[in-house]
Antibody, heavy 119, light 108 residues
Framework: QVQLVESGGGVVQPGGSLRLSCAAS????????MHWVRQAPGKGLEWVAFIRDDGGDKYSADSVKGRLTISRDNSKNTLDLQMNSLRVEDTAVYFCAKEVLRKGYFDLWGRGTLVTVSS | SYVLTQPPSVSVAPGQTARITCEGN??????VHWYQQKPGQAPVLVVYVDSDRPSGIPERFSGSKSGNTATLTISRVEAGDEADYYCQVWDRGSGHHVFGTGTKVTVL
């Protein structure tokens, strides 16, 4: 079954850390660029980070640069997002998404995992 | 940073046509993609590379682009089309992906 399943969300205090994971199945994960996209409650979609299929190239949004780090393990078909120095404004549902090979759009999304940053 | 602007809302009667615009500087040089998102669900790709449609998406959904504006058109609107719609591009200069501000389509 072709799917992405996120996990690791929860409640964390400001300044804290959390690690999200996304398990991929049903497609060639090791030839797919992957992304994290988030959505704050009641707000629109915000692109967070990208990682190339081999992990050799990464980009992240200015709003998270230096705090949220994307990584992948192609041997385990998993995508991760290490979240440090969390802020209240990082509260959101975090989706992982698969990019169609070098085409710039996302054809497969997970259902998302909720991260709440609150004291 | 690159910005894509959409109208916050569009209302349309069943059977009529909904048009959702997406404005961005030099958008003509970029490929525009569109997503539909229903409450509590993940986004679904409905149009890619300006005007192509993924398999399984009804022909009622179409995309176009002119000047600095891309448009998603939903013909013969149905109640099930009620959702939020987002445009998206890749900004080559920054390497970043950008989503539009989103449009809520209400079927009257």
């Amino acid at each position: 079954q072709v799917q992405l399943v996120e996990s690791g969300g929860g409640v964390v205090q400001p300044g804290g850390s959390l690690r999200l994971s996304c398990a991929a199945s049903g497609f060639n994960f090791n030839t797919s660029a992957m992304h994290w996209v988030r959505q704050a409650p009641g707000k629109g979609l915000e692109w967070v980070a990208f990682i190339r299929d081999d992990g050799g190239d990464k980009y992240s949004a200015d709003s998270v640069k230096g705090r949220l780090t994307i990584s992948r393990d192609n041997s385990k078909n998993t995508l991760d997002l290490q979240m440090n120095s969390l802020r209240v404004e990082d509260t959101a549902v975090y989706f992982c998404a698969k990019e169609v090979l070098r085409k710039g759009y996302f054809d497969l999304w997970g259902r998302g995992t909720l991260v709440t940053v609150s004291s | 940073s690159y910005v894509l602007t959409q109208p916050p809302s569009v209302s349309v009667a069943p059977g009529q046509t909904a048009r959702i615009t997406c404005e961005g500087n030099d958008i003509g040089s970029k490929s525009v993609h569109w997503y539909q998102q229903k409450p509590g669900q993940a986004p679904v790709l409905v149009v890619y590379v300006d005007s192509d449609r993924p398999s399984g998406i009804p022909e009622r959904f179409s995309g176009s682009k002119s000047g600095n504006t891309a448009t998603l058109t939903i013909s013969r609107v149905e109640a099930g089309d009620e959702a939020d719609y987002y445009c998206q591009v890749w900004d080559r200069g920054s390497g970043h992906h950008v989503f539009g501000t989103g449009t809520k389509v209400t079927v009257l």
